[in-house]
């Protein structure tokens, strides 16, 4: 009840506006230059099962971008267009894990990850990178799970 719809607005914008209006642009330029190219986008598990501990306009948004990836995927893939999508959880090492979880223990987080620790943000890239590759090269509307097997 207390996200505003300010708030909203500005989350919105951040996470699926900015995808839309990135990849409208992407695509269209290359259209126009007779090219194609590959779009990752960055969603989030949040937006794929929301948890207590993701606020709902985030998750809202993030959801929104899984969306707009699989329509991009289907819209775009004759015209050569491959379009994916990464969704890391929550735990990414860095300031961020610790600005979402500084109420708890992330021992205790961790205990949901199979894998039974954090991931880097070079794993996360690595993902992006080899969504971009020539091994992806029949990969499309693909959500991709970083997480260890978690969430």
Known sequence: MEITEKMWDQVFDLNAKSVFLFSQAFIRKHMERGTYGNIVNMASQAGIVPTESMRPHYSSSKAAVVGLTKHMSKEFAPSGFRVNAVAPGYCISGE??????????????LKNVPMGRTSTPEEQAAAVTFLCSDEASYITGVILDVTGGGF
């Open 96 to 109: 961020r894990l610790q600005n979402v979880w500084k109420d708890r223990d992330v021992k205790t987080v």
